[in-house]
């Protein structure tokens, strides 16, 4: 064909579209079809283009675009933040806002929160309202999810991320991910991998044992790949092997797409590209964000100065590299363009509904996690109080705002203090008792101490008045508290929080704290307050989502995808000193291994504040004994374990019920359990209902270093039907033959 017969032709296509008919059907090129196979449509639009226009699909033209191919009708790729809402639009060419009036979203709950739900449901639910907004954004990809393990409550981006546990994170994103992409919208899951940490981001190395990288870094990103068929990964900051994982071969071309089989479009994070032989070589198809790549010194940068634009196709054509390895990632964007852009079961999608509040809503009233609840101080009986006093600045502030590229611009967010007030009327007074300073990017030191002072005297003296406190405090996403590009520095609250939480208490008025924030803290105050809610970020709805729960409409259900130390220095980093975090020398060492998170508190003994996995409700539930229905497990078989849960309480609610493993004498240490599955479960007060686990091989198995393989060895080991990492209901011995 030439080159006038095909435009004529994908003209031709556009218009009998335009006009509904299908008059020149048989004109349409194959790659303009959708009903034509993937691969045949790719290889047809290949044959057509030229080296130049190949190229051109590799690199941004833009913040958040890269170019399809005009002549071909092939369109762009619109990519925005993620994960938590569709980021307002910026200008073509940086990080200013475009200043666009109508672009503003739901802002949904953080990740963490939806890890904290411990519901695939929401996960599913979560995709599907987030991607219906981005599609009616003109967006095709989702610059997220993440599913980096917590490792370190420092760590500025967790609330970005699913918790500390493999099985979780991956359990939670599958189903986020199928959602999003059964719209047409594709994820691009992020950071792949090692990114937790702040501290250094740009070009810090990582050092982590091979058994680490397998058995806790790499399985939610592999669930993400091989069960949702995530279409799109981000390569992190960060260098493993002391590569740039952005284009670090052995991690994008031997574990994701040879190992997993990945097929879809490698994307950099913005300015990860470093080098021009990596960009080349090392798995990277899509360069994103580039600053200066091959810019000659002075000259100012243009995308075709990208690493994988102009010096790239100049190297082709000498012979550097063949042709085969553009094509090679031309066809992984033009597959995600065609599951996206060019996807005719695209959702239009929409924005800001209904539907998306109320989602909104019940995702984060599922994720608080009530933490203490003495004398059933909640649910709050309306009646009881005459005055309550509401203190803190989180309740009134935009926590959707800050944190880095998650930060929303949403149409509306209802606060704590407004929810509660419509709630409880004018029986609810506010005093803001501590500021974090004006600046969203203010340091911690740079309050005021005569302001903190005098806030805080402000609210000690109207908390003489009030029958009952509640304190809205914790984290929120300024430097230093949240934020990417930062670590915190401290495990306590800033800003005064815990001694005016101990001060509020000791006026003798009951004290329900609820806090929000992607990370666990001290508190110092805990035996003194009466209640406690660890809330997240719960987004546009926040302050319905908190008040649900406080009422009792929501019965609390939030189990903790991370443990709350009581002191930082119990988490399994700070045993190994700065080399173990942050790092010396731009150089991290994993030393604490597979014992990340509750592997290491339940395994050495370690009392947590409040385990993972751990959570209150206002109702009670009685485990009773797990069955198995056979004790010997054979390769290629499995065993059923029941376990009856009952409602002991009187009101319904749902319990989390969760497997735990271990191996009872381990040839290689092993943690003493770690979670294989779990199931949450709504119950009627009295009801009962029988749970059925089933426990495989696989899932006995761990990583050997020796062999490069997972494996096990035969023995006996026990299941454990718990309630926490700490709290186990029942156990049962079997053998694996
Ligand atoms: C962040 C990514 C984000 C990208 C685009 C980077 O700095 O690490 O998570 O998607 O910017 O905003």
Known sequence: ??????????????????????????????????????????????????????????????????????????????????????????????????????????????????????????????????????????????????????RHPFNGRNFEYMGEDPCLAGRMVVPYIEAAQRNGVACCLKHFFLNNQ??????????????????????????????????????????????????????????????????????????????????????????????????????????NHSFLGDAFERAVREGVWPESLVDE????????????????????????????????????????????????????????????????????????????????????????????????????VYAQGYSSGRALYDRVDAVPAALQDSLRRAAL???QQADLIIFVGGLNKNRQQDCEDSDRESYHLSFGQDELIAALARTGRPVVVANFGGNAYAMPWIEQVAGVLHCWYLGS????????????????SGRLPMTFAKRVEDYPPMQYGREAYPGVDKQVYYREGIFVGYRHFVSRKVKALFPFGYGLSYTTFRYGRPRLDRTQLTAGGSIRLTVDVTNTGARRGEEVVQLYIGEDKPVVERPARELKDFSKVGLDPGETRTLTFEIRPEMLQYYSSDLHRWTSTPGSFHAYVSASSEDVRGAVAFELK
């Open 1 to 150: 064909m030439t080159m006038t017969s095909i435009r004529k032709s994908a003209a031709a296509v556009v218009l009998c579209s335009l006009l509904g008919g299908s008059a020149v059907a048989q004109d349409r090129p194959v790659y303009l079809d959708a009903s034509a196979p993937l691969e045949r449509r790719i290889d047809d639009a290949l044959r057509r283009m030229t080296l130049h226009e190949k190229i051109q699909l590799l690199h941004a033209q833009s913040k958040f675009t890269s170019a399809g191919v005009p002549r071909l009708g092939i369109r762009q790729l619109n990519m925005d933040d993620g994960p938590h809402g569709v980021r307002a639009e910026l200008k073509w060419n940086d990080w200013d806002s475009a200043a666009w009036t109508n672009d503003s979203c739901v802002a949904f709950p953080s990740l963490t929160c939806l890890a904290a739900t411990w519901n695939p449901a929401m996960g599913a639910l979560y995709g599907h309202v987030l991607s219906e907004e981005f599609a009616y954004r003109g967006k095709d990809m989702i610059l997220g999810p993440g599913v980096n393990i917590y």
């Open 198 to 303: 702040e501290t250094d981001r740009w070009d810090g190395n990582v050092n982590v044992d091979e058994r680490a990288v397998h058995e806790i870094y790499l399985p939610a990103f592999k669930q993400a790949v091989q069960q949702a068929h995530v279409w799109a990964v981000m390569g992190s900051y960060n260098k493993w092997n002391g590569v740039h994982c952005s284009h670090n071969d052995s991690l994008l071309n031997g574990i994701l797409k040879r190992d997993w089989g990945f097929d879809g479009v490698v994307v950099s994070d913005w300015d990860a590209t470093h080098d021009a032989r990596q960009a080349a070589t090392g798995g990277l198809d899509l360069e994103m964000g580039t600053t200066r790549g091959t810019a000659p010194k002075g000259e100012p940068f243009t995308y």
């Open 329 to 428: 990632k031309a066809r992984r964007v033009l597959r995600t363009i065609f599951r996206t852009a060019m996807n005719p079961a695209k959702t239009i999608g929409s924005m800001c509904s209904e539907e998306h509040y109320a989602a909104c809503r019940t995702m984060g009233a599922q994720g608080i996690v009530l933490l203490k609840n003495d004398r059933q101080v909640l649910p709050l009986q309306a009646g009881r109080y005459r005055r309550i006093l509401v203190v803190g600045e989180n309740a009134t502030r935009s926590l959707t705002q800050g944190g880095g590229s998650s930060e929303l611009k949403t149409k509306y967010d209802v606060s704590p203090l407004e929810a509660l007030q419509q709630e409880f009327g004018e029986r609810v």
């Open 461 to 463: 003296a109207a908390a």
């Open 541 to 556: 709805e926040a302050g319905h989502a908190l008040t649900d729960v406080l009422t009792g409409r929501v019965n609390p």
